[in-house]
């Protein structure tokens, strides 16, 4: 099986645009997360998907965003950049379940600067 | 205080030693996960427990659930075991995962 991909992976913004990164999970999984990851904070879950729904939600500004496809594929969108938005955003997929204490597997991230 | 604390948080090993990686949480968990992440970022999932010990080629993961303390052990280490080795508990309350600050390990020959 094909595993979890991301694009773009790397993506160069400056302060104030928006930018929507794109997650496809492994084949059969129903449920996707997405992190970010920096220096300073480490890795931050953002929020995750299951079925088009957003389950589950982290402490970020509503500036962060993010949906899913009915193919379970996902976007997530931060709009009004700004310079700490820099950062690795991972995103990861898991098998079916009620429970998102499954296995996480990884996309290999998408690597944003903001100038 | 980090509700997922990490110890030690760089290591630096001869090629052959034996490695053990520390996790204290504060938090009750459904579940607690070991990720390796190797320069340039992606991260493999390494282990996922709730309970006991499990075992994986040269890595061995063990959970103490009353003590809340789980370790990463590394045996006859090689360079290429070198990464940053994160550990992530799954929160019981709210589900989301809480991850530890990553340990930086390298194993010179």
């Known amino acids: 099986k094909a595993g979890v991909t991301q694009t773009p992976r790397y993506l160069i913004k400056t302060r104030g645009q928006q930018v929507t990164l794109s997650c496809s999970p492994i084949s059969g999984h129903r449920s996707v997360s997405w992190y970010q990851q920096t220096p300073g904070q480490g890795l931050q879950f953002l929020f995750e998907?299951?079925?088009?729904?957003?389950?589950n939600k982290g402490n970020f500004p509503g500036r962060f965003s993010g949906r899913q496809f009915s193919n379970s594929r996902s976007e997530m969108n931060v709009s009004t950049l700004e310079l700490g938005d820099s950062a690795l955003y991972l995103c990861?997929?898991?098998?079916?379940?009620?429970?998102?204490?499954?296995?996480?597997?990884f996309g290999p991230g998408t690597r944003l600067t903001v100038l | 205080k980090n509700e997922v604390e990490q110890s030690p948080q760089n290591l630096t090993a001869q090629e052959g030693e034996f490695i053990t990686i520390n996790c204290s949480y504060s938090v009750g968990i459904s579940a607690l996960h070991w990720l390796q992440q190797h320069p340039g970022g992606g991260i493999v999932s390494l282990f996922m427990l709730s309970s006991g010990k499990k075992k994986h080629g040269r890595l061995i993961a063990t959970i103490n659930i009353q003590e809340k303390h789980s370790s990463l052990h590394i045996t006859a280490s090689h360079p290429r075991d070198s990464a940053v080795y994160i550990c992530?508990?799954?929160?019981?309350?709210?589900?989301?995962?809480?991850f530890g600050t990553g340990t930086r390990l390298q194993v010179f020959p």
């Open positions: 990861a997929s898991s098998p079916t379940g009620t429970k998102t204490y499954n296995e996480q597997f």
């Open positions: 992530a508990a799954t929160s019981r309350n709210t589900d989301k995962l809480i």
């Open positions: 998907y299951f079925s088009e729904t957003q389950r």
